[in-house]
């Protein structure tokens, strides 16, 4: 019996995640063995630095080197946990000046200091339990700040106080979406995890990470996005920040796509757009929000989106 090797970081939450995509393939694929190898990535070992003062891209992936972009975009929004002695509050009504919101992103951190100026951002490293751990025994933080996606999928939904929609806090690139890691010399293992496809959560992904890799944009410069599919429309809406969040760019685009059906036949041949290969999703439409994604970081480049970015990864760099 063949087996599959599948590589995934050792913590809890990328276990599940893990575990949920082994699952449903072996239920797809009865006649096939899957073996899960977990390792400890460059993110995992240096937990003494902010994300984004370590100076690499692909911190929590690199070493995996074997998954790629699937399954239905849970919620992409970030949630609010807080500290016990706070629950029921809000990031508006916690107390003034002595409130202190952990959170790893300098995403989060420039938006919500922007609209909660009376709020201190820290930084805050590990997994969720070790976050979460922080929260509850330290007494530094008055609430932390995670993806929401992360804590339904550890069943620690309870633990939400708030959900910060898009016009309070837009989301990271990707966020929500679970994906799957493939080298692309690997057809057949293309082939065995195609079924697994998404369409509409693809076609969002696509346009996300091109708005951010014409950004060039990464962990060291406070980037958001928002995407939504109506209609025939694929709505992106972008963003960037300065560090404290006094500046800021944000403009929405549109573009007509169509969205196949799940098992509708695509093309023969399979584009890779923004390191996503898509099998039975027709190359136009990938195409399209591919070129949604550049146009919308073309327009905030030419109104000036690149001397804020420059500033804030300079500052970054030398904190």
């Not at 209609?231 to 549109?254: F, P, R």
């Not at 969205?259 to 093309?267: I, S, T």
């Not at 890779?272 to 073309?298: C, D, F, K, Y």
Request: charged content about 25%.
């Amino acid at each position: 019996m063949r087996v599959i090797r599948v590589g995934t970081r050792k913590s809890q939450l990328a276990r599940i995640q893990t575990d949920s995509v082994v699952a449903t393939l072996k239920a797809l694929y009865p006649g096939l063995q899957f073996e899960i190898i977990a390792m400890s990535t460059t993110g995992d070992k240096i937990l003494d630095t902010a994300l984004s003062k370590i100076g690499e891209k692909s911190l929590f992936t690199k070493e995996l080197e074997h998954a790629l972009e699937r399954n239905e975009r849970e919620c992409p929004y970030d949630a609010v946990v807080f500290h016990p002695k706070f629950v029921g509050k809000t990031l508006e009504t916690l107390p003034e000046k002595s409130s202190v919101v952990g959170t790893s992103s300098l995403r989060r951190a420039a938006q919500l200091q922007r609209k909660f100026p009376h709020l201190e951002f820290k930084s805050i490293r590990g997994n969720l339990n070790t976050r979460l751990r922080k929260l509850d025994e330290l007494q530094e933080f008055s609430a932390i700040i995670l993806a929401a996606a992360g804590l339904q999928r550890m069943g620690w939904q309870n633990r939400v106080g708030q959900i910060l929609h898009p016009e309070e806090c837009m989301y990271a690139v990707g966020q929500g979406a679970l994906g799957v890691e493939v080298r692309a010399k690997d057809q057949d293992i293309l082939d065995l995890v195609g079924v697994l496809h998404d369409p509409e959560t693809l076609l969002r992904c696509i346009a996300e990470r091109a708005f951010l890799r014409h950004l060039e944009g990464g962990c060291s410069v406070p980037v958001a996005v928002h995407t939504a599919m109506k209609d025939g429309q694929l709505y992106l809406t972008g963003g960037v920040w300065s560090l404290n969040g006094a500046e800021s760019m944000q403009e929405t685009m549109q573009a007509t796509i169509h969205v196949p059906a799940q098992h509708e036949d695509g093309p023969e041949d399979d584009p890779q757009l923004v390191g996503i290969t898509a099998r039975n999703i027709p190359r136009e439409a990938q195409l399209a929000a591919e070129n949604l994604g550049i146009s919308l970081a073309t327009l905030l480049l030419n109104k000036g989106a690149k001397n804020i970015l420059d500033v804030a990864r300079q500052l970054n760099d030398a904190h």
